[in-house]
């Protein structure tokens, strides 16, 4: 194993520099990953614009990235019943590296048959959109309502609804353009919040009794709107805030309702609980990738060197899907 590694780092400017840096040794919870491919998310734009001022020219340094895929090179003293060679799946900070330290927990087998392209885009998306039903007490048989849907983590929310049963998905999107993608993704009902009232959307989707969960990722006002579509006893449940982080929201229709609104943000929860969904998901969910009945949408894969062009895709609003870079 080489002593160096290239990592993509931000805060040096408006794009991410790649720069030579030591190889991490495993701590004793963790595991070292030969990275093969890793992800982008909405966040890794924010991030990089957050910690760099054009103004001052001055900026925090930090490596970037947080989903992965790759083989197992060696484990920390403390890991058990994970061997050298397996092929896994997984979700961290400091990911955009060609070998990446990650607790064992939070680390999936890849299933035969799927490349890392593909296993490196789904590990943030199945932790997030599996923990927030999980966490809003989703039960088969509900309908899920998924805003902001056509972004890559959106269209894994719409499957793993499927798959555990949701019996009406429904998924937003501002453009009438993507709303195929929503249907190709498996929702029942494609809402365009540009020329739609969402609320009556939901309610008109459900034969007016509302909806059972939101799966918010957007925020601000389309947050708003989804109360008072939301069925009695409902749940709305903010993952993202691509629309801002601020709503006024209607406390009429959140208490004549009965619902239950609340944040999820797994990036900021203890290892073990993030390893709590992940080995629950394990179960629950990955024999649906396993036999292809979730898969993520890829919009483009790219080599590691043009990080900062995938970053401009993502950016832009022009991926539809997953932006994927492949090592080397």
């Keep these: 194993m080489p002593q160096s590694m290239i990592a993509l780092f931000g805060g040096f400017g408006p794009d991410l520099l790649g720069r030579e840096v030591p190889v991490r040794k495993p701590g004793p919870t963790q595991v070292l990953v030969r990275a093969r491919a890793v992800a982008l998310n909405n966040v890794d734009p924010q991030m990089l614009a957050q910690a760099y001022d054009v103004s001052t020219g001055t900026g925090t340094e930090y490596l970037a990235g947080y989903e992965f895929a790759g083989d197992v090179v060696s484990v920390g003293p403390d890991v058990k019943g994970v061997e050298v060679g397996r092929r896994v799946m997984g979700t961290t900070p400091r990911s955009f590296a060609q070998y990446v330290a990650c607790d064992h927990r939070h680390l999936i087998r890849v299933p035969d048959g799927l490349g890392y392209e593909q296993a490196c885009a789904l590990t ?3 932790l997030t959109e599996y923990g927030a039903l999980r966490r809003g007490g989703f039960v088969r048989g509900s309908s899920v309502a998924v805003t902001g849907a056509t972004s890559g983590i959106g269209l894994i929310g719409i499957q793993v609804a499927k798959v555990l049963g949701a019996t009406t998905v429904i998924g937003t999107t501002r453009s009438q353009a993507r709303a195929r993608l929503l249907r190709h993704a ?3 009902v494609a809402i365009v919040t540009s020329t739609q009232a969402v609320s009556q959307a939901l309610l008109d989707a459900t034969g007016g009794r509302g909806v059972d969960m939101v799966l918010d990722h957007v925020g601000g006002q389309i947050l708003a709107s989804c109360l008072p579509g939301t069925g009695d006893g409902g749940s709305v449940i903010n993952i993202g805030r691509l629309g801002g982080a601020e709503a006024l929201i209607d406390l009429d229709a959140l208490s ?14 203890p290892p073990e609980q993030i390893g709590d969904v992940i080995a629950a998901l394990a179960h629950d969910v990955m024999p649906a990738v396993a036999d292809g009945r979730i898969r993520p949408v890829i919009d483009a894969v790219l080599p590691f060197d043009q990080a900062n062009d995938a970053i401009a895709r993502v950016r832009g609003g022009r991926a539809e899907g997953k932006v994927v870079l492949t090592m080397s």
């Design 124 to 126: 943030t998306g199945l």
């Design 186 to 188: 498996g929702a029942d």
């Design 256 to 269: 004549h309702r009965h619902l239950t609104l609340r944040g999820v943000s797994f990036g900021f929860d």
